[in-house]
C-alpha cells in the first residue's frame, strides 16, 4: 500500500533524513542505502513497517501489515514526522533578518522540523538524551527497546521491535536495564504513568506556554525536555530548547559562547518559527563539528 505526502516546495529531503538518520533507534528505526527511513509502527494494536522515500513534487510512503482504515491516521502521523505542512517561504522571510541565520536560510531552503511517529516515545527519547550526546542517547533508547519493546511476528531486515508503550514501562526497572542514573529512570515511568492517566497529553496546547507548564509538572522533566516535546511531539514552531550546548555553540563568535539569556533575547526576533531557526542552528553545529 502506498501514500503520497504532499507539501509546499523546496523540502530538503537529505537534511531531514541525515537527522532521522542520526538519531534511528536500533530495532525500531533504519536508513537504508536507497536514501529512505524506514521504521516499524504500531496502529490500533497492529504492527507493521513504513518505509519513506522522495518522489516528484512528495514523499512516497510504502506501509506494510497495517489495514485500510487506518491509513488517513498513518498519513496525518507521517505529515507531522516529516512537516509537511509547513511553509518555507514564510519560514525563510522570518528568519533572514538574523546575520547567523541569513546564510543558512540560504543555503539549505526548505530545511524541515522533523516530528514525531509516537509523542511518547520523543517523550522518552528526550529524557534519555538529557546531558548526554546524541549517540549516548540513542545507544540508551536501543537497550530500552531490547528489554521492554515488543518484537515483529515477522522482522524485516533490523527491523525487528515496535517502541514500548506507556503501559510497558510504566513499571519497570529501567534504570537497572539501562544502567543508568535511577532519576532518569524514574522520569520515564513518571511520563508513561502520566500518559496512561491522560489520554490527552499529547494533545495539542493553547499555546507553548501551557505546553511546558504540562510536561514541567512530571518528575523529571525540566524546562529543556519540555520544551524538546513541544517542538517534536506537540509541533509547536516556536518552541526553542534555550540552554541547549548546540544551539549556543552555534552562536558563538571568536571571542565569546552567549549566555543562554542572550539566546533568549535574540530569538524574539524569530518568532514565531523560533524552533525553525533552532533546526538551522542544529544544521549548522552538526556540520562544523563533524
Request: charged content about 20%; overall charge positive.
Amino acid at each position: 500500500m502506498e501514500l503520497r505526502l504532499s507539501y509546499r516546495p523546496p523540502y530538503d529531503w537529505a537534511a531531514i533524513r541525515a537527522f532521522l538518520a542520526k538519531r534511528a533507534i536500533p530495532a525500531v528505526e533504519a536508513p537504508n542505502p536507497s536514501a529512505a527511513y524506514a521504521r516499524t509502527i504500531s496502529v490500533a494494536g497492529r504492527h507493521g513497517l513504513v518505509t519513506v522515500e522522495p518522489g516528484v513534487d512528495c514523499l512516497r510512503a510504502t506501509l506494510r501489515g497495517v489495514e485500510a482504515g487506518d491509513v488517513p491516521a498513518i498519513a496525518g502521523r507521517l505529515r507531522g514526522l516529516f512537516d509537511c505542512d509547513a511553509d518555507p517561504a514564510a519560514i525563510a522571510a522570518c528568519l533572514t533578518g538574523d546575520p547567523v541565520l541569513t546564510p543558512l536560510v540560504a543555503a539549505r531552503p526548505g530545511l524541515r522540523l522533523p516530528g514525531a511517529w509516537d509523542p511518547f516515545e520523543t517523550g522518552c527519547r528526550a529524557i534519555l538524551g538529557q546531558q548526554v550526546s546524541v549517540t549516548a542517547a540513542i545507544g540508551l533508547a536501543g537497550k530500552l527497546v531490547a528489554a521492554f519493546g515488543t518484537r515483529l511476528a515477522e522482522p524485516v531486515g533490523g527491523l525487528t521491535h515496535v517502541f514500548p508503550t506507556p503501559a510497558d514501562l510504566v513499571e519497570a526497572d529501567i534504570a537497572l536495564a539501562l544502567n543508568m542514573p535511577r532519576a532518569r529512570g524514574a522520569a520515564i515511568r513518571a511520563l508513561a504513568a502520566a500518559a496512561l492517566a491522560d489520554p490527552d497529553l499529547f494533545a495539542p496546547a493553547e499555546s507553548l506556554e501551557a505546553a511546558v507548564l504540562r510536561f514541567t509538572a512530571i518528575r523529571g522533566i525540566g524546562p529543556w525536555t519540555a520544551q524538546y516535546i513541544a517542538m517534536r511531539a506537540l509541533k509547536l514552531p516556536d518552541a526553542l530548547p534555550v540552554g541547549d550546548v548546540g544551539l549556543l555553540r552555534a552562536l558563538e563568535t571568536s571571542t565569546r559562547r552567549p549566555s543562554a539569556a542572550a539566546l533568549l533575547a535574540r530569538a524574539e526576533a524569530w518568532r514565531p518559527f523560533r524552533a525553525y531557526a533552532a533546526q538551522y542552528l542544529w544544521a549548522a553545529d552538526e556540520a562544523a563539528v563533524k
